[in-house]
């Protein structure tokens, strides 16, 4: 069984900074990509950032130069570095792994979710 624990979210005035975390643990055997998604309310989940295993990564548009995305693949763990926060940042944050893992006697490629965590940005 795999879990993706996130951690990191709370409330913040606009400018100011936050950082998510997201362990993976379980039966893991590789971690392809990892990433980052938001959901809003009345809204549609949309991608934040994701980050290959060689470390490749990808930005929305609208957080381009204020999040950075890194992994430490020792730990099976992705962070969101997130500043210059703006009140349309607010959103729970979900993180998200493909990866291999053991499945009885064999393995197989799944995707997984994190729980969510609250992201609101207010004054």
């Known amino acids: 069984q795999v879990q993706l624990v996130e951690s990191g979210g709370g409330l913040v005035e606009p400018g100011g900074s936050l950082r998510l975390s997201c362990a993976a643990s379980g039966s893991i055997l590789s971690i392809n990509t990892m990433g980052w998604y938001r959901q809003a309310p009345g809204k549609q989940r949309e991608l934040v950032a994701t980050i290959s295993g060689g470390r490749s990564t990808n930005y929305a548009d609208s957080v381009k130069g204020r999040f950075t995305i890194a992994r430490d693949n020792a730990e099976n763990t992705v962070y969101l570095q997130m500043n210059s926060l703006k009140p349309e940042d607010t959103a729970v944050f979900y993180c998200?792994?493909?990866?291999?893992?053991?499945?009885?006697?064999?393995?197989?490629?799944?995707?997984?979710w994190g729980q969510g965590t609250q992201v609101t940005v207010s004054s």
């Open positions: 998200n792994a493909d990866l291999l893992e053991r499945y009885g006697f064999t393995s197989r490629w799944a995707v997984y």
